[in-house]
Nanobody
Framework: QVQLVESGGGLVQAGGSLRLSCRAS????MAWFRQTPGKERAFVAG????????DYADSVQGRFSVSRDNTKNTLYLQMNGLKPEDTAVYYC?????????????????WGQGTQVTVAS
């Protein structure tokens, strides 16, 4: 049974920072997605199984950083320079593959989501 538990969301002022964590029950290729009401989950950042390859959505490139600690089976998303348009529920996702995917349909396992709200 794959379990993903997220933490670290909250309310922050524009320009501020937050760090999200996602503790997994095992070792998987993982990614972060976010979702706002009425929209599909959108890719934010991904990191491969080893942790040597990452990718980001254009909207967060240069502001967000994804990393993982394989000794703790934990995925992180460091978010700097937050903007009101970053407000969303953030989800971590896992798949049994060497490489991540930017499509939410390619992931079988999801965390419960954590709310990030950026005030202007």
């Amino acid at each position: 049974q794959v379990q993903l538990v997220e933490s670290g969301g909250g309310l922050v002022q524009a320009g501020g920072s937050l760090r999200l964590s996602c503790r997994a029950s095992g070792h998987y290729t993982m990614a972060w997605f976010r979702q706002t009401p009425g929209k599909e989950r959108a890719f934010v950042a991904g990191i491969n199984w080893i942790g040597g390859t990452t990718d980001y959505a254009d909207s967060v490139q240069g502001r967000f950083s994804v990393s993982r600690d394989n000794t703790k089976n934990t995925l992180y998303l460091q978010m700097n320079g937050l903007k009101p348009e970053d407000t969303a529920v953030y989800y971590c996702a896992a798949r049994f593959d060497y490489m991540f995917s930017s499509s939410p349909r390619d992931y079988n396992y999801w965390g419960q989501g954590t709310q990030v709200t950026v005030a202007s």
